[in-house]
């Protein structure tokens, strides 16, 4: 397991390091401006939907029905022409109410930036079935115990975004966008193409063949019944910043670049380990759970839980201590100004206040998905995104941008709680043995340390070269 959690972070990594490469070019090239939040705001809808969907929603559901269905060749095939079927159908609708769409999900922008805005909408949703081909060979992949593919193919996306920006850097702002727009589809053709090839390496390629000749019948209704529940209940963080990008709208022209920046540094860590280690957890407490090996099961989560809870307490006090110095160095040329790293650095800090419950939430709800407990954790996820709602709304006239920020977090404290009170208070507590708990004090007091070196390094460096 930790050589499959160790494939996963440098996959991860690897991907996230390309990102922010793409993210200091759009910086540079692009600033915080209204074309640069036209071109978040048009890959922001598939975005959403592709975090929801390769980030645990679809496999969560579909590898514990895929375990028990007893003619899985015929399932596997069923449920792929069904979700790909129905999001053809979403993405032509999409790009026949361009416009409209365009309207609800900008609405604040002004006529002239919805109409540049509304074809931009319409590419790029595209990319969206693109990524459910990826997540559905994902998942037969993790079954397979094959992680590596996944991990590194998203920086496919990325490189592809790179030479966007780089072909189109001395063009207009709106040619810029066009460009990256395109960008999006070629890398995620880049991303199916990689799994097909390790489809067909493990066999899955054969396995779909047999279920395409298949005479049998394979009911999906327990896949359909788990499904829904688990989309709602991996999606609270990804709706949360969706949601701060359409409050942005009425912002002013930048709000949205500066949701963005932040979130995107706020995702780097909850993507290296959170997701990292409980895309690795998910199969195998699911295999002990339905084979009647719960003592294991929970013995691999109090494991597991401190790997991450000790990374976690790391990644916060870093970033909390040089929020300012991390997003001046990675952002700060270009059009990209002194102010807008400070207001920047400021939401990243709101951001990374959801960031322990938000990652130890992704390890608490794994174990509820394989418990088939779809719908708690769906419940729990409509009350957490409730009080965001709530708060968004209460904080945006006196904090502006940073009010979104904090409501998402505090979102991010309820839904955690909820998750820690039905997996049982009692069983957490048993994981805080004297010698974890030594471990975490000496991650505390090594985190305050790094991040005063790390903070010093970088005034030095930037007093040196700029």
Known sequence: MIKSIIV????????????????????????????????????????????IFAEGAFIQSFLPSFQKATHKAKFAWKVFVYFLSFLIVLSLIVNLFSYEITSILAYGFSEEAKKIAAPLVAINFWYLDLIFIVTFFAALL?????????????????????????????????????????????????????????????????????????????????????????????????????????????????????????????????????????????????????????????????????????????????????????????????????????????VLIMYIIGLIPFGLNKLFSSYLYATHKHLKAAKFAFYSLMVNIILSLLLIIPMKVYGLALASSIGGWVLFFLTLKEFGFEKVLKFFEKRYIFGMILVIFISIILAIVFKETINLLKGILW
């Open 8 to 51: 996963n972070f440098v996959g991860i990594f690897n991907s996230r390091v390309l990102g922010f490469i793409r993210d200091l070019l759009s910086a540079s090239i692009l600033g915080a401006n209204i074309y640069s939040d036209i071109f978040f705001v048009a890959f922001k809808f598939p975005n959403l939907f592709r975090r």
């Open 142 to 346: 993790q079954y397979k115990e094959h992680f590596a593919t996944t991990a590194f193919s998203t920086a496919l996306l990325n490189l592809s975004l790179i030479g966007a920006l780089l072909i189109s850097k001395d063009l207009s702002k709106e040619e810029i966008i066009w460009y990256m727009s395109l960008g999006v589809i070629l890398g995620g053709i880049a991303q199916v193409i990689a799994h097909i090839i390790a489809a067909k390496h493990y066999g899955i390629l054969k396995l779909l063949k047999e279920g395409i000749k298949s005479k049998e019948e394979e009911d999906l209704s327990t896949f359909k019944k788990h499904f829904l529940p688990s989309v709602f209940g991996n999606s609270t963080a990804h709706i949360s910043a969706f949601l701060d990008t359409w409050l942005a709208t009425f912002l002013s022209a930048g709000s949205i670049s500066y949701l963005y920046y932040a979130n995107r540094l706020f995702q780097l860590p909850l993507a290296l380990f959170a997701i990292a280690v409980s895309t690795v957890l998910f199969p195998k407490i699911t295999k002990y759970l339905n084979s009647d090996q719960k003592q294991k099961a929970d013995e691999i989560m109090k494991k597991t839980f401190w790997i991450l809870f000790y990374a976690l307490i790391l990644a916060f006090i870093v970033v909390i201590i040089s929020s300012k110095e991390i997003v001046g160095i990675l952002f700060q040329r270009g059009a990209f100004t002194q102010k807008d790293t400070q207001i920047t650095a400021i």
